[in-house]
């Protein structure tokens, strides 16, 4: 089964959340994961990550919170996921001895290739539709 784990749940609807209230101001994660029944833990930890890659920041204080620093036309799900989760791919193949040997390799690779192509071409803006 491929899934994505709960903190790049979090990040994703956090991000949603962002776009949604693009350029009205900060929102406090606080009132997010109050609203979204989201463990605070959690979101925190997925705000951090957005935050280093530059697709949120903050502002401290009163009327502070989390904001996005691009357009959510111009953030695609790969950027998305790959801050959350690292590279987007499947592992099937790292350190395996039969790699050059091995049929499904093939399929594995055009299903990977398809599920980058799919979430490269989906923008933030289009979650929010």
């Known amino acids: 089964m491929l899934s994505l784990n709960k903190k790049t749940d979090y990040g994703l609807q956090l991000m949603i959340v962002l776009a949604k209230d693009y350029k009205k101001g900060p929102i406090s ?3 997010i994961a109050k609203e979204n029944k989201f463990s605070f833990k959690f979101l925190e930890q997925a705000a951090f ?6 697709l949120v920041d903050s502002k401290e ?3 502070g919170g989390y904001f996005l620093t691009k ?3 111009k953030i695609s799900m790969e950027t998305i996921i790959e801050a959350l989760e690292g590279p987007v791919g499947f592992s099937h193949c790292i350190g395996c001895p039969k790699v050059g040997l091995c049929s499904p390799k093939n399929m594995w690779d055009e299903v990977e290739n ?3 192509k799919t979430i ?3 923008t933030l ?3 929010v539709k």
């Open 29 to 31: 994660l606080r009132k």
């Open 49 to 54: 990550l957005l935050k280093v890659t530059d």
């Open 61 to 63: 204080g009163k009327g």
């Open 71 to 73: 357009s959510p036309g």
């Open 114 to 116: 398809q599920v980058k």
């Open 120 to 122: 490269r071409g989906k």
């Open 125 to 127: 803006k289009d979650l």
